[in-house]
């Protein structure tokens, strides 16, 4: 147990200073003591000896070995794989060459002010947020470890400006017919054998499963004969093909799909590769299919027959994922309501929604009578339009003797 008490000393000045010692014994049964300016610095010094942390000044741990140990944390809570290895990757690359040698006490604000500088300046605004967020995670971890007393990243915000945030727009009707038929829709209306390409890209068109969802999904998960026909996503394959549960709560959900889409599954169930295995979409060992080899066999080249690419670069117009935004755009059109794409989306929250496609809610014959309600206000209901009236003109035909033998009105076209 840890003891507070006051000492003073007079100084050859003549001057009396006074300071508040903690006095201790540690675990090698070694009386220590410590000097502080106030009775608040002291007795938060005497709680975290009391609590079994280790002493501030008997801790020299640097940023690096915090990040270190706080990725060890996260995996060993049973985060997904590709949490932690992004934080590895970000630390190792960017976080470890700017603060990885700075000891975690010494940090301060201002340090993590400058560190957002330094991120922008080499890194794009979305990747510079997530590496801060990265650090402002290991900042806290530090704080939880007892290692420092505050966390300096406290209120520091890292938010993109709203011109910098990408806008999700609905894609033409014909591009997506386009992506369709690069993946052979004609001929397979016209009987030929479903691929697994164009199958799983319908579903995604039409149920807006994420790839990892779509990947995961079992056979058994498809009913065929409810009315409508549901899919039920309870598990998903991540990007090393390890089946595990869906992203969050709101991941587990039932989602309806069409006649046609459910026409094509049943065609599609007995053709699939590896007919031993439960999924849907398994490769031809069973396992789930591989999604980097999907983007190079299938989508890219798809990408590339549909001419959806952009010009010059061979980049592909469209990442596999913004097949489910299509889907989002197709509900809204539909003017289904912000909680009900929640659920089919499987977002957290009704707020993600909103934040994500809200700009797409649009009621256009309610904006016509707006927008000429307004022009009735301003103007006045007596003012003239602003466009006059086509004019009138009178055609007439004569003949060599300069009499007319007919005459009649038309419009400038």
Avoid at 13 to 25: A, K, L
Wanted: glycine share 8%; with cysteine.
């Amino acid at each position: 147990m840890a003891m507070i008490y006051k000492v003073s000393w007079k100084r050859k000045s003549g001057e009396i200073s006074q300071r508040w010692c903690v006095e201790w014994t540690n675990e090698k049964r070694e009386k220590r003591r410590k000097l502080f300016a106030s009775a608040l610095d002291a007795k938060r010094h005497r709680r975290l000896i009391e609590s079994g942390g280790a002493p501030f000044e008997e801790t020299q741990i640097s940023f690096a070995k915090a990040a270190e140990d706080f990725i060890e944390s996260r995996r060993n809570l049973g985060r997904e794989r590709s949490t932690y290895d992004m934080y590895e990757r970000q630390v190792r690359m960017h976080l470890g060459p700017l603060i990885g040698a700075r000891e975690v006490r010494s940090l301060r604000r201002a340090d993590f002010v400058k560190l957002q500088e330094d991120l922008v300046a080499k890194l794009s605004r979305s990747l510079a947020r997530s590496v801060f967020m990265t650090a402002k995670s290991v900042m806290a971890h530090v704080v939880r470890r007892e290692w420092r007393e505050g966390d300096p990243t406290t209120g520091l915000r890292f938010e993109l400006s709203s011109r910098e945030k990408t806008r999700i727009d609905a894609p033409r009707k014909s591009d997506i017919q386009a992506l369709l038929d690069a993946l052979g829709g004609n001929e397979i209306a016209a009987g030929a054998a479903p691929t697994r390409g164009y199958v799983f890209v319908r579903l995604a068109l039409g149920s807006g499963l994420r790839a990892s969802e779509l990947r995961g999904l079992r056979v058994t998960d498809v009913d065929l004969e409810a009315i409508p026909p549901t899919v039920k996503v309870a598990q998903r394959a991540d990007q090393w093909c390890q089946i595990g549960p869906p992203k969050s709560r709101n991941g587990r959900r039932t989602v309806p799909i069409g006649p046609d889409l459910a026409m094509l599954l049943r065609r599609w169930i007995p053709l699939r590769s590896g007919p031993a295995s439960p999924l849907l979409f398994p490769a031809e060992s069973g396992r789930p299919m591989d999604m980097s080899n999907f983007h190079i066999r299938t989508w890219r080249p798809a990408m590339r027959k549909a001419g959806l690419e952009d010009g010059g670069t061979g980049k592909a117009r469209w990442t596999f994922h913004f097949l489910r935004h299509i889907y989002a755009s197709q509900l809204i059109e539909m003017k289904l309501n912000p909680k009900q794409i929640q659920m089919r989306l499987g977002h957290g929250s009704v707020q993600m929604t909103l934040d994500t496609y809200g700009h797409l809610w649009r009621d256009t014959d309610k904006e016509i009578l707006e927008v000429a309600e307004f022009e009735r206000r301003i103007l006045g209901v007596n003012m003239p339009p602003i466009l006059p009236e086509p004019p009138v003109l009178t055609l007439s035909v004569s003949d060599n003797s300069g009499s007319v033998v007919k005459s009649g009105e038309g419009s400038n076209d």
